[in-house]
């Protein structure tokens, strides 16, 4: 009869452990996140003209926004666009000639992201670019809008959370358009929220 008690005793336990457990709530919150993050700064064109390089700007302001898709690993998929202006050119006796070239870009960008350590990713994208050039003469202004099909870019950023969904940091950014063969760089300040 002990021996019977003893194992009624120990299906009682086991029948108990297991409805305990089914009990427990095993749904697995998920970790994904989005994030938007803008980026301003200055940028920088690695001169490569050959008619008038001595009169061009090759420094300017420049824009950027991200969108990412962060799940729970290391890396991040996103998209990336901005504005940034290669050079500038003004006609040397600008006064009685006004004549003025300029190129500016909008990359549309793949991205991928990867957290190396804590606050700190390196990124990587490829993709397209309109490249948009406007020449103005006397009275008259002409645009051209080109589609640069191979491009990319390598990027290192720093990204310190305020709060759970504000973020700020900067970025370094090297950027490369293939149509022309041009090289940029910019740095930028960054405020991003985790959506």
């Known amino acids: 009869m002990s021996r019977k008690f003893i194992i009624l005793i120990l299906l009682l336990f086991l029948m108990s452990a297991t409805v305990h457990a089914a009990k427990k709530d095993t749904t697995k919150v998920s ?10 700064g200055w940028a920088h064109y690695i001169n490569t003209l050959v008619v008038a390089k001595s009169l061009a700007k090759t420094n300017s302001a420049g824009i950027s926004m991200k969108f990412f898709w962060e799940p ?14 290669l050079y500038k050119v003004k006609s040397p006796d600008y006064d009685i ?28 994208g490829a993709g397209l ?23 990319y ?15 700020v940091g900067g970025e370094l950014k090297v950027l490369n358009y293939g149509k022309t063969a041009d090289w940029m760089y910019t740095i930028q300040a960054v405020c991003a929220v985790r959506l």
């Open 31 to 40: 970790q994904n996140h989005y994030s938007l993050a803008v980026g301003v």
């Open 72 to 85: 729970e690993h290391r890396l991040s998929l996103g998209l990336e666009t901005g504005f940034y202006r």
């Open 97 to 124: 000639n006004k004549g003025e070239a300029s190129m500016s870009v909008v990359p549309l960008l793949l991205t991928i992201r990867m957290r190396i350590v804590d606050h700190f990713y390196l990124s990587t």
């Open 129 to 151: 670019a309109i490249m948009i050039n406007k020449v103005s003469g006397v009275g008259e202004q002409l645009t051209n809008k080109v589609l640069s099909m191979s491009n």
């Open 153 to 167: 870019q390598f990027s290192g950023s720093y990204i310190y959370p305020l709060t759970k969904h504000w973020q």
